[in-house]
């Protein structure tokens, strides 16, 4: 879904441009300011008799789509082709519904520094180049 392309063969271009503020029904920021680019968002699983489509935007259910395996913010709104900020508006409505879950990168996590390891083994590949 491309919301910001103005090339469009079946349709007039002034009709296919999506305004970000009709997404986000006006708002501006999200109500959640834990959300960064590396935070990995993931979709909870629903029971079948409580559908958490129901009355969403096609943006909310693609993130749903997206997030089936755990996936960075910043991927999710490449996905979309959406600007950050109205991705993590859409995200933080999912996060209150119980749609998706969002977490920090694991290393952040848990507090675990760089692997020194890895980190000499790409080094030690450089220099051999």
Known sequence: ????????????????????????HGRTTSARDDLTLITVIATVPWPAEQPVTRGLQPEHRLIL??????????????????????????????????????????KIAVGAGPDMTLLQAVRDGLLRL
Not at 73 to 100: C, F, Q, R, S, Y
């Open 1 to 24: 879904m491309n919301h910001w392309t103005e090339e469009n063969d079946d349709q007039d271009p002034e009709q296919t441009l999506v305004r970000p503020y009709t997404i986000t």
């Open 65 to 106: 789509q997206q997030c089936g395996r755990p996936v960075a913010l910043a991927e999710v709104a490449a996905g979309l082709n959406l600007p950050v900020a109205i991705t993590k508006i859409l995200i933080a409505d999912l996060i209150e519904l119980g749609g998706v879950t969002a977490r920090p990168p694991l």
